[in-house]
């Protein structure tokens, strides 16, 4: 199993790197510390590759296509700002070298739902996680304190 994933991982990574180099590449800039930096904006076919390699490496796994789709989408922003990130340390913008981890699926919602004790906007707003059980034992959708005086296992 654990080789499986490693040659499915390695097999994306390079599938990633080949369209890296045949794909025109879509200049992008952005505005950093008062500094306009350039950038390569990846393409969908390319980001899905990327999202493909993160998936297998973090055996990210969703309970539907439609739940998969937003998260991509979510993923594809923070794989934006983490190569917006990088192409500013590339410029000489005094930053340090970001990637990606296993959080890149979360939004800032749900980030904050599960790590600083935050309610969710609305119920069901979180994606499930399509039967997995998250770090602790409890699933995504419950994790986080209930409230400022309740007391985590």
């Not at 952005?30 to 998936?55: C, I, M, N, P, Q």
């Not at 409890?138 to 309740?150: A, I, K, L, Q």
């Amino acid at each position: 199993m654990r080789n499986s994933t490693a040659a499915l991982v390695a097999a994306a990574a390079a599938a990633a790197l080949l369209l890296l180099l045949v794909s025109p590449a879509a200049a992008a800039t952005w505005t950093v510390s008062g500094r306009e930096v350039s950038y390569r904006e990846r393409s969908d076919e390319e980001a899905r590759l990327v999202f493909g390699a993160w998936k297998a490496k973090h055996r990210k796994t969703y309970g539907s296509v439609g739940e998969e789709e937003r998260q991509y989408a979510v993923f594809r922003d923070v794989l934006r700002l983490v190569d917006q990130h990088n192409a500013a340390g590339e410029a000489g913008v005094d930053v340090p070298r970001i990637a990606l981890n296993g959080l890149a699926d979360l939004t800032t919602e749900e980030w904050n739902v599960m790590f600083c004790g935050a309610r969710p906007e609305s119920e069901g707003s979180l994606p499930s996680t399509g039967g997995r059980k998250e770090r602790g034992g409890r699933s995504r959708s419950t994790r986080g304190p209930e409230g400022p005086d309740s007391k985590l296992p």
